[in-house]
């Protein structure tokens, strides 16, 4: 069993950043591909990015490409988004998933088999 803790959510304004941070226990953290994904009122809970096992390879959504960066930090059990530039649509509760590692892709979000409780991001002015 894996237990996952998010925290860093909050109000933002439109251009603002916002770091999340996302705390596993239960597994070996490096055998474990690490997800955040986001569900906004009356939508799918989707990708936004994901990161293997290794850190060797990430995935973005294509609308959070070149403002938002997933990173994972071994030794401390934990994965972050930093998330910059941040617009009103990425307003939705993100979460943080994790599943052992496996082939194929790393944004299926059927793949994943543990997640946290969701944190909620709220950008506006």
């Known amino acids: 069993q894996v237990h996952l803790v998010e925290s860093g959510g909050g109000l933002v304004q439109p251009g603002g950043s916002l770091r999340l941070s996302c705390a596993a226990s239960?597994?070996?953290?490096?055998?474990?591909?690490m997800g955040w994904f986001r569900q906004a009122p009356g939508k799918e809970r989707r990708i936004v990015a994901a990161?293997?096992?290794?850190?060797?390879?990430?995935l973005y959504l294509d609308s959070v490409k070149g403002r938002f960066t997933i990173s994972r930090d071994n030794a401390k059990n934990t994965v972050y988004l930093q998330m910059n530039s941040l617009k009103p649509e990425d307003t939705a509760v993100y979460y943080c998933a994790a599943r052992v590692i496996r082939g194929g892709t790393l944004g299926s979000r059927y793949s994943y088999d543990y997640w946290g409780q969701g944190t909620q991001v709220t950008v506006s002015s």
């Open positions: 990161v293997s096992g290794s850190g060797d390879n990430t």
């Open positions: 239960g597994r070996t953290f490096s055998n474990l591909d």
